[in-house]
């Protein structure tokens, strides 16, 4: 598209080249999607925050998750679903919104990171010092973590999209269906030499950190329940350390696949999918792992049900 027919702020965004009969079922299952994301990571916040028994360092901490994952899923879902009922040549976005767009998904991507190693912080101090833990893991200690979860960030990802956003432009078309950091400064036709080493350094600080941290976790979680000779214990451990190595695997595996398929351009329709698993399949299964996997979760969830039950038959 020349200048003449879009200003300068406008982008021409690319579709995900469906059939034009699927376009319809595609909408519908992704807003059903999007519905299920928002009413059980909303409702698993609201639980955990209405249920004094809940109100533990482990439980307060999912809360960051269920946000992370609700903002996740409203950064990309809605643009998506108006998009698969807009014609080709009225899919644009304004820049300023690109850049908006594009600084959320990064913040999202990298808070799930975050949030996992507070997560598996909380985990190691239960079990490696659970003499310990209430001591440490105080109200202002998850108050403290949560901060440090969103606030690092929100600096990496600020510096991250300042450097794109600084570029000048000299394309309008966003090779995606929606906009990241690697779509903002394929704009340009300035070296982005810059970008790219800061990149390279934003992704081996935060997944080196959350890998090395993860894992170093986990091994000492690991060497403590083989020694331990109670069966309770390493149980216990087993359920929740098995839940969270779950969605932290999925989270990996995910984020690696995307990184991937972007140095390639020929597979930008195998992208356009990834990326969907990951901001639409990932919140959804958060919320079925955790809220199916944890136990008082589980029974507080069951509970709600056996009283909405029990109040229908009342009524009749």
């Known amino acids: 598209m020349e200048n003449s027919t879009f200003g300068k702020d406008i982008l021409i965004l690319e579709g995900f080249n469906l059939p034009s009969q699927s376009y319809i079922p595609s909408f519908i299952l992704l807003l059903i999607v999007y519905f299920f994301i928002m009413v059980s990571n909303i409702g698993l916040v609201v639980l955990i925050l209405r249920s004094s028994g809940l109100h533990q360092p482990m439980y307060l901490l999912l809360c960051n998750m269920s ?76 108050l403290v973590l949560s901060v440090w979860a969103w606030v690092i960030p929100l600096l990496l990802v600020g510096i991250l999209i300042g ?37 390279l350094g ?9 890998i090395g941290s993860v894992t170093l976790t986990y091994l000492r979680i690991a060497m403590v329940c083989l020694r331990s000779k109670n069966k309770t214990l390493n149980r216990k451990a087993l359920q929740t350390c098995a839940t969270h190595l779950a969605v932290y695997a999925i989270l990996l595996v995910s984020g690696f696949i995307i990184v991937i398929l972007h140095r390639f351009p020929q597979l930008a329709a195998h992208r356009k999918v990834a990326s969907v698993m990951g901001h639409v399949v990932l919140p959804a299964l958060n919320a079925l792992i955790y809220g199916l996997q944890i136990k008082e979760v589980r029974q507080r969830v069951m509970a709600l049900f056996h009283k909405s039950k029990v109040a229908s038959m009342d009524a009749k």
């Open 163 to 199: 450097l794109s956003v600084r570029l000048s432009r000299c394309r309008w078309i966003i090779v995606h269906f929606f906009c990241d950091n690697a779509s903002l400064f394929k704009l340009s036709c300035e070296s982005v030499l810059i970008n790219n080493i800061y990149g």
């Open 67 to 142: 946000i992370n994952d609700v903002f996740g899923a409203t950064i990309i879902i809605p643009h998506v679903l108006r998009d698969l009922l807009t014609p080709d040549s009225q899919r644009v976005i304004r820049y300023m919104d690109c850049v908006v767009q594009a600084f959320c998904v990064h913040l999202h991507a990298s808070a799930s990171h975050t949030v996992l190693m507070i997560m598996a912080f909380d985990r190691y101090v239960a079990i490696c010092n659970p003499l310990r833990y209430a001591t440490i893991m105080t109200h202002r200690m998850v």
């Open 202 to 210: 934003y992704t081996v600080v935060l997944l080196g950190s959350s």
